[in-house]
């Protein structure tokens, strides 16, 4: 699979002499070696693969939490659930954790905001978010995140007042996060489709706030 | 990179880093596949999601010593790492057959004529299936 895309070598600087011919860089080649072996054990089948890609690539993304997250603001007894047991609220609306993890909804308040990190190796809360941003991923953030959360969402141009206290939550294979923003004022009424349009992915990870209804269509 | 610079490049502020709502999951199709083949034996019970975190884990703190600055550009190769220990650890296949495959599917690339798909068959010494 693939083979068109990662195949040729436009700029082969190694390969000038073979630019008639098809160049695969190190990575791909030891992801190849790694697939074609574990297909002829049977361990994987292409087919099921490709399901998974295509299912991370174009299903699931930060669309689903910002649908979680909308309906919390919308519904109180959702919301109310959602506190209690996320894993059970989140997969009542069709999401669920692959990997068996056990999801927790940690809510903004006035006085305290919550910022998720995985320090250990960028666990994320796949089922309402997808695959995570290049960021997350990289040491600065998972270091910082810890030591100076305050810094980090300075670098994220969210300042916030300093009574609020910043609350950090570090991820592990068993429990993800997902952060409840705070409802933008100036919603009352909104549609969940509307409302979820104002969530974005760094709100649910705590980097960013919900969008102001003044800068998005309602 | 030297770990001290590595050091140094993690407390440098994470503004530069990308950030777009509209980011690929995957750069490349090599960091798709490795996702999917780690999800794929995940389900089929090769692993638990904790040893795969742990071995994960491990694969970074290592190439943090190595020198990578971790960016999160490199994160599927972190991936790719874990996933080739964490198959030998399984008894599933070892650093030997894998980089005897790695050749033939190098042999094969070059030997296929450009915006052709490469399969493994188009190694010279290919000697087929096993």
Redesign the interface.
């Known amino acids: 699979m693939h083979a068109s895309e990662d195949g040729p070598h436009p700029h082969g600087h190694d390969h000038g002499h073979d630019h008639e011919h098809s160049a695969l860089s190190g990575n791909a080649l030891r992801v190849r070696a790694l697939e074609s072996i574990l297909v002829e054990k049977g361990y994987v089948a292409p087919d099921a693969l490709d399901a998974i890609i295509e299912t991370y690539e174009t299903r699931i993304g930060p669309r689903n939490g910002a649908r979680v997250v909308a309906r919390a603001w919308a519904d109180p007894a959702f919301r109310e659930w959602l506190r209690r047991d996320a894993t059970a609220a989140i997969a009542s609306l069709g999401y669920g954790g692959r990997q068996g993890e056990h999801m927790v909804a940690v809510e903004n308040t006035p006085e305290e905001h919550n910022l998720v990190v995985c320090t250990l190796c960028s666990c994320y809360p796949w089922p309402v978010l997808g695959l995570p941003p290049a960021w997350y991923k990289s040491a600065a953030y998972r270091s910082r995140a810890v030591i100076d959360p305050r810094g980090v969402l300075a670098d994220f141009g969210v300042t916030l007042p300093e009574a609020r206290r910043i609350r950090v939550w570090d991820s592990t294979a068993e429990i993800r996060y997902l952060v409840l923003p705070m409802r933008p004022a100036g919603t009352e009424g909104w549609s969940e489709e509307a409302l979820a349009e104002l969530v974005t992915r760094d709100s649910m990870i705590g980097t960013g706030l919900a969008r102001d209804p003044a800068g998005a269509p309602a | 990179m030297k770990p001290l610079d590595?050091l140094a490049?993690?407390?440098?502020?994470?503004?530069p880093?990308?950030?777009?709502?509209a980011?690929?999951?995957?750069r490349?199709?090599?960091e798709?596949?490795?996702?999917?083949?780690t999800?794929?034996?995940?389900?089929?019970g090769?692993f638990?999601?904790?040893e795969?975190?742990?071995c994960?884990?491990g694969a970074?703190r290592a190439a943090?010593a190595a020198g990578d600055?971790?960016?999160?550009?490199t994160?599927y190769?972190h991936w790719?790492a874990a996933?080739?220990t964490m198959?030998a650890r399984k008894g599933?296949?070892g650093a030997e057959?894998?980089?005897q495959?790695?050749a033939?599917?190098?042999r094969a690339?070059?030997?296929?004529?450009?915006?052709?798909?490469?399969?493994?068959e188009n190694d010279p010494l290919f000697a087929g299936?096993?």
């Open positions: 590595a490049a993690a407390l440098e502020p994470v503004a880093l990308p950030r777009s709502e980011e690929p999951a995957f490349e199709p090599w798709a596949s490795v996702f999917a083949m999800v794929a034996l995940h389900q089929r090769l638990t999601w904790s795969w975190a742990e994960l884990g970074i943090q600055p971790d960016l999160g550009d994160y190769q790719l996933l080739e198959v599933v296949t057959l894998l980089a495959r790695k033939a599917w190098d690339a070059h030997a296929t004529p450009h915006g052709q798909p490469i399969l493994l299936g096993t």
